[in-house]
């Protein structure tokens, strides 16, 4: 029985973050806080980190409770939505989840900047529930978690407002989930369509 590596973007996502998380404490203490960060209110045009830190603060953690709290998600849900849409279009999601969410904090003018992978967790998550969605069938599970989702995150804000947990990262990461979800979905739907229209070689008369 051999050992395959399943889920190339998910492990080798799980694998830097644990090698930032290795150097940011055991060899260059203060990496990801001085690197890492997404900037808010506080952006700096001037600076390349910055701008670095919008798609790479994914990357970072504060603590590796922190990392494992997120990857125990991650490694749950990656694997189903690699082998569902493919490595490289969960590359690009997570890719594109991550430069949404930086800039989203630098425009609302956050005073708190973003660490970790929070974001692509709560991608992750509104996306799957769209694996359920077939031909004329919306899964209730799909419409409990659109509905549920924001009021939990807007009520854990309110009440904890000072907790260092960043809603606009779980906020990006649903939006971002949702959006591709529904743009996979309609490519799915345009592709059956177009094969259903098209005719099969058992009904081509010459």
Not at 103 to 110: R, S
Not at 142 to 162: F, G, S, W
Not at 176 to 201: A, I, N, Q, Y
């Amino acid at each position: 029985m051999n050992l395959k590596y399943n889920a190339p973007v998910t492990m080798t996502f799980g694998i830097l973050c644990a090698l930032v998380m290795a150097l940011d404490l055991y060899v260059f203490p203060g990496l990801g806080m001085n690197y890492f960060l997404a900037p808010g209110q506080d952006f700096d045009s001037q600076s390349v980190w910055n701008y670095f830190g919008l798609v790479f603060h994914i990357f970072a953690h504060d603590s590796w409770d922190h990392l494992l709290q997120n990857f125990l998600y991650i490694l749950l849900l990656g694997p189903v939505l690699e082998e569902k849409y493919g490595s490289k279009t969960l590359a690009v999601f997570i890719f594109i989840t991550a430069l949404f969410t930086g800039i989203l904090n630098v425009l609302l003018m956050q005073p708190t900047h973003i660490l970790g992978a929070s974001g692509i967790v709560f991608m992750m998550i509104l996306l799957v529930s769209f694996a359920g969605i077939k031909k004329g069938e919306i899964p209730i599970t799909l419409i409990v978690i659109a509905l549920l989702y924001p009021v939990k995150e807007i009520a854990v804000a309110i009440q904890n407002p000072d907790d260092g947990v960043s809603l606009t990262a779980h906020i990006a990461g649903g939006i971002s989930g949702t959006l591709f979800g529904f743009v996979k979905h309609l490519e799915s739907s345009k592709g059956r369509k177009k094969k259903e229209e098209s005719p099969s070689e058992a009904t081509i008369v010459n």
